[in-house]
């Protein structure tokens, strides 16, 4: 019991700081022993799509949804799964899901964006494509081309407005190098 706190405790810190194969590691570990514990599978989840094990994610964010029922954030999580996956029509379904669940009102629209995003191929290819630009704008900016990076962040801007973390990394770009 006291390495599972152990386990625990070295996989969420694991998680916060973006050591995301640290975390699978430990979460592996603590699901070993008890598969049916309440958040151990959504936080796997989390860990295996930041590194981009899709499928995996999927299997435990079910079994999360099996253990715990519909609840707010697993149904928003597996619904990004999909969007961000090229699940197009699964990701529909989800967020019409995640939507009725929703109390919030600027969330909501941004979720309703998504929904609208996703019915329509052409406009989700678009969507994708923009992942693609973030994905590059994010390695240009751990390397320290803050042009590149503000080019590729844009241009995923001008594709999908709804991932948060684009103006974000924009408004850090902002701060940090131009001191705005």
């Not at 954030?73 to 961000?84: G, M, Q, V």
Request: charged share 30%; net charge positive; with cysteine.
């Amino acid at each position: 019991m006291i390495l599972h706190g152990i386990y625990n405790r070295l996989a969420l810190n694991a998680l916060t700081t973006g050591d995301y194969s640290t975390a699978e590691k430990y979460f592996k570990k603590i699901l070993s022993k008890n598969k049916s514990r309440e958040g151990i599978n959504y936080n796997y989840a989390i860990a295996l799509m930041a590194m981009k094990k899709y499928n995996e994610a999927e299997a435990h964010l079910q079994k999360e949804i099996e253990i715990t029922g519909e609840k707010y954030n697993t149904l928003k999580t597996i619904s990004e799964l999909y969007y961000n996956s090229g699940q197009r029509e699964k990701a529909h379904e989800y967020l019409k899901k995640v939507l009725e669940k929703c109390a919030d009102e600027n969330e909501s629209a941004i979720i309703k964006t998504k929904i609208k995003n996703s019915s329509d191929e052409k406009t989700y290819i678009k969507c994708i494509e923009s992942l693609s630009h973030f994905e590059n704008g994010v390695f240009h900016l751990h390397n320290g081309d803050w042009e590149k990076a503000r080019i590729e962040f844009l241009k995923a801007l001008n594709l999908d407005k709804t991932n948060p973390f684009i103006y974000n990394n924009l408004g850090y770009i902002c701060m940090m190098k131009e001191k705005k």
